[in-house]
């Protein structure tokens, strides 16, 4: 028989990737596919249980379609995911709207699950996070100009504040045959900007049983029909000089680097148990704005770390006026249970770490309006994603902004501009942190 399965996905784009795994398993047992949870059989809900906020925000949701249980527009809920693998037993006792779980090694059994649930059943699957299938087929969601191409799953990193490696198992790469034949695949659907996405996508290949590189993944891209080819996130430490010559000579590759470094301060940075001091870090931006002087570097930063007092927070206040770093997300330290930070002394008070968040972020800002005013009067590749009737005007994207993340560019056009298309833009003014412009005909 078959069932209206309905998806919702929280949490990272790696997230998204097992969601439309789970979505084609399900399309291809027969059931109907929907983004829309009311008049469905069964819900699924893949979850993100990184930190509070997004452990916050499943549980909303898990409460959001226990309503709709209630209001009978909803028969059954299975939630997946990195929630289901953090609190397998707490989620039935405290979330009895929630009918089955999937931990995060058991994507691939969401068809059993549903047809469990429709039968009555309650079914668990909590399978191998280390071992977990990754060359499925997908039911892409992102629009049909860009998609995520997911090259590992789980990280070996060990980061001190992080609970990733207990959720979703040891890194592992994926074959570099399978990676190919799926960018093929989505190069011929018409896909214009592949992103490369994983925990750690600078660790690609050194696993394997014949070890391969990003370097030589990125080139094997380069050779397939994408416009551009964006790289989430490199960690610092593993950045060679080969991979900075491919994404310096490969003209696909965008010049927009997201490198999560989470701190300056040497001392900080060793409680993190990451592998760079504030010295390597500085070098490293320097390599690669002497290969590239058009790098937008992204990073992300932890305000509240156990052991962050005043001197080490002004210390990261100093380092982004000096780099002047383009695009930061910043976050308060969250101490998550089961993390060597969690357990540390020296815990920060979290309404002082919030307030360094606000500074921090207040101090970004004006980073950011400084370069968007350098971009004043120069003409810039736009991605156009179609005509936003609220403000007027097209919207779209430079190789500077990614998808969901950065901002955008609110453009004028003559004609008609079809999403998907690249167009040069002239870059006129900003708006609330946009750049807006008119298409240089």
Request: aromatic letters at 6%; proline letters at 3%; glycine letters at 8%.
């Amino acid at each position: 028989m078959a069932y209206k399965v309905a998806f919702i996905s929280l949490g990272c784009a790696k997230n998204l990737v097992n969601t439309e795994q789970m979505m084609a398993l399900c399309q291809k047992a027969g059931h109907i596919v929907t983004g829309e949870a009311s008049g469905a059989d069964v819900a699924v809900l893949n979850t993100c249980g990184f930190i509070e906020s997004a452990q916050s925000e499943a549980i909303d949701n898990i409460i959001e379609l226990g309503e709709l249980k209630k209001a009978g527009t909803l028969k059954k809920l299975l939630v997946a995911g990195c929630l289901s693998q953090r609190y397998p037993e707490e989620i039935p006792k405290e979330l009895p709207e929630v009918d089955g779980l999937l931990g995060t090694g058991s994507y691939t059994e969401v068809v059993s699950a549903v047809e469990q649930l429709m039968a009555g059943e309650n079914p668990e699957y909590f399978g191998d996070i280390h071992r977990t299938y990754e060359d499925g087929e997908r039911l892409v969601t992102t629009p049909p100009y860009t998609a995520y191409l997911k090259i590992a799953e789980g990280c070996s990193n060990g980061c001190a504040f992080c609970i990733i490696p207990k959720l979703r198992g040891k890194y592992r790469s994926r074959s570099l045959a399978a990676l190919l034949d799926e960018a093929k695949q989505l190069a011929a659907s018409g896909v214009k900007e592949l992103i490369v996405i994983a925990q750690d996508i600078t660790r690609y290949g050194l696993d394997l049983e014949e070890p391969t590189s990003l370097a030589q993944l990125v080139r094997e891209l380069c050779k397939l029909d994408f416009h551009w080819i964006r790289l989430h996130y490199l960690y610092p430490e593993a950045i060679t000089d080969e991979l900075i010559g491919v994404i310096a000579s490969e003209p696909k590759v965008l010049h927009y680097l997201d490198i999560p470094i989470q701190h300056c301060n040497d001392g900080i940075l060793a409680r993190m148990r990451r592998r760079n001091t504030k010295s390597e870090l500085i070098s490293l931006f320097q390599k690669l704005r002497d290969a590239m002087s058009d790098v937008v570097l992204r990073t992300s930063l932890i305000c509240g770390l156990p052991g962050e007092g005043e001197a080490e927070f002004e210390e990261l206040c100093q380092f982004l006026r000096e780099q002047k770093l383009q695009r930061v997300g910043v976050f308060q330290f969250s101490p998550e249970a089961g993390t060597l930070a969690a357990a540390m002394e020296d815990q920060v008070d979290p309404d002082t770490a919030a307030r360094r968040v606000e500074l921090l972020v207040d101090l970004q800002s004006r980073i950011m309006d400084a370069y968007h005013e350098e971009r004043l009067g120069s003409v810039m590749e736009v991605l156009c994603e179609g005509f936003d009737r609220n403000e007027g005007c097209y919207v779209g994207r430079t190789y500077a902004d990614s998808v969901d993340i950065d901002g955008r560019v609110l453009f004028t056009a003559a004609g008609l501009v079809p999403a998907g298309e690249f167009v040069q833009v002239r870059i006129t003014g900003v708006s609330d942190g946009d750049l807006t412009g008119e298409i240089e005909e």
